[in-house]
């Protein structure tokens, strides 16, 4: 068994003479994991066009061997009362399957993989958000996942053939709801746009003026407590730019959004996007998501 005095030189030493080197499997893990992060508020993102550029690699390289670092400690030390090699030594329990989720009690469908800290499949009935600020209670009928629910960041998909197949493709929804705090958002893309705005009404207007966007007429809504504008939007047809850095297999002028802006109490704006990547099946997609998005109730507390 190895003693705590062992472990301090053996640590000393790994951290004196520690690799300049890492193989290329860690820093792909290590990318993957980071490109899995949510970058920017933006519903559509897919997770496997997000990639590592080369400056990245030498950052990379120090998180991969801080990994190592851990993994090694946490090899090293031996857990309290343990009787390591010992006589009674309890059998090692099995390791739960690499698709299990990052919270213990969450379970996703086996077609999603977690990417961020969510409450998974969600029996129907009220939920309450758990680290989104602002906090907000709602009602889902059977068939929804929470797929990420963070200070500032709470996702909701329909577990459907569609999602899967779209998740499969592209690893994006082909329907999604998307919440996010956020005082400009990028209703296609971020490239085109400045829908700048202190407020959901100048937001939403800069949208209407955007020559890139088809946006309905807007209108006043109150959700949960809170006022602000709902507006469509999708690519104007008539516009002939490209979107730097979409994939060339996903097309902009297919795409949905429905988008909520409500002006909070701490004066900033929450963005409650229901968006679609494709036309097709988008006011179904409504038909189910609204009724959630109306039954939110936001914490008035700032």
């Known amino acids: 068994m190895t003693s705590d005095r062992d472990i301090e030189p053996i640590l000393d030493r790994w951290l004196t003479e520690r ?24 519903w559509r993102a897919t ?12 950052l990379l390289a120090v998180a991969a061997a801080i990994v190592i670092a851990v993994a090694g400690l946490a090899v090293l030390q031996p857990q309290a009362g343990s009787n390591v090699g010992g006589p009674g030594s309890p059998a090692p329990s099995s390791s739960p399957a690499a698709s299990a989720s990052p919270s213990a009690s969450a379970v996703f469908p086996t077609w999603f993989l977690p990417t961020a800290y969510g409450a998974g499949i969600l029996p129907a009935g009220s939920h309450t958000t758990d680290a989104f600020m602002p906090a907000f209670t709602f ?14 960041y709470y996702g909701l998909f329909p577990d459907t053939p569609a999602n899967a197949a779209e998740y499969a493709a592209s690893d994006g929804f082909a329907h999604e709801i998307f919440l996010g705090p956020h005082s400009s958002p990028h209703f296609i893309c971020d490239a085109w746009e400045d829908d700048s ?104 507390t700032p």
């Open 139 to 152: 009602t889902v009928p059977e068939g929804w996942v929470n797929s990420s629910d963070e200070g500032g």
């Open 47 to 58: 997770r496997r066009d997000i990639h590592v550029t080369t400056y990245l690699k030498p």
């Open 197 to 300: 705005g202190a407020s959901a009404a100048e937001i939403v207007a800069a949208a209407v003026a955007n020559d890139a966007l088809a946006t309905s007429v807007p209108v006043d809504v109150t959700i949960g407590g809170l006022t602000g504008k709902q507006i469509d939007t999708q690519l104007d047809p008539a516009w002939t730019e490209s979107c730097p850095g979409d994939p060339p297999t996903l097309d902009l002028g297919d795409m949905r959004a429905r988008t909520i802006l409500l002006d909070t109490a701490d004066g900033g704006v929450l963005v409650i996007f229901i968006g679609s990547l494709h036309s097709d099946g988008h006011e179904a997609f409504l038909a189910e998501a609204m009724p959630i998005v109306e039954s939110f109730q936001f914490d008035p």
């Open 19 to 42: 690799p300049t080197q890492v193989a290329d499997r860690v820093l792909d893990e290590v990318a993957d994991r980071i490109a899995r992060q949510p970058q920017r508020l933006a």
